[in-house]
């Protein structure tokens, strides 16, 4: 029998692919999903590491939030104990620096000979700031001002000796570091209607000891006589 295909020949289906064609393109399709086989394989594998990286990053992620708090915990810690240093030394130096006036009055009284008068008394406490060391400007001062009725300028020598002089029942000096004589004149004009006619003016400076060097306190109790007169 014989077969005409009336099929116009644009229209009619082309011949089957050669071989060889047939086999490249089933060698790609193969190629291409052993490619896909082996890359998902692998990245399946590597899941369980970087789930494991991940794991440690987080812990040393914990663990560096965790030292940052105890560090700065300590660092307040530290700062408090600093604080509470230094108020403690401030109190410790206040108690080792703390004089009791009203008996180191009393024994000035005690010293004055009977023929000279104290005309003022004061302490004067510098504004703390860096000093060299040794400069007694920067310690506190006790200024005894007075006269002594005479020209006779040894009553003041007299005096200032008995200022530094410590005994076991007198402990004045004990608190200050020098005595230094500031000033010394005879004035006439202000004692002229007087017995002597004149007399001698003297300004003291008693330097106190600062507190690195003075000693522990100590109460001594000594029997007092009568107030002078």
Do not use: H
């Amino acid at each position: 029998m014989v077969s005409v295909n009336l099929i116009p020949e644009e229209l009619r289906m082309s011949g089957a692919t050669p071989l060889p064609r047939r086999l490249i393109i089933y060698g790609g399709v193969a190629l291409n999903c052993i490619i896909l086989v082996v890359g998902l394989t692998y990245f399946l594998s590597t899941i369980p590491g970087l789930d494991a990286k991940g794991s440690a990053l987080d812990r040393e992620i914990y663990q560096a939030e965790t030292i940052g708090k105890v560090e700065q915990e300590y660092n307040s810690l530290v700062q408090q104990k600093r604080d509470f240093e230094n108020r403690k030394a401030t109190i410790d130096e206040i108690e080792n620096t703390r004089i009791i006036w009203a008996e180191k009055l009393d024994q000035l009284w005690d010293m004055v000979p009977p023929e000279m008068w104290l005309t003022n008394l004061r302490l004067e406490i510098p504004k703390k700031r860096a000093s060299r060391k040794g400069q007694d400007s920067q310690s506190p001062k006790l200024i005894i001002e007075g006269f002594t009725a005479g020209p006779e300028v040894s009553k003041v020598s007299d005096f200032i000796r008995a200022l530094e002089r410590e005994t076991a029942d007198d402990d004045f000096f004990d608190t200050f570091k020098l005595i230094k004589l500031v000033e010394l004149y005879l004035d006439e004009e202000n004692f002229i209607e007087y017995e002597e006619g004149v007399a001698t003016r003297f300004v003291l400076e008693l330097v106190l000891k600062p507190s690195s060097e003075e000693e522990a306190p100590v109460s001594r109790k000594k029997p007092r006589g009568n107030p002078k007169k």
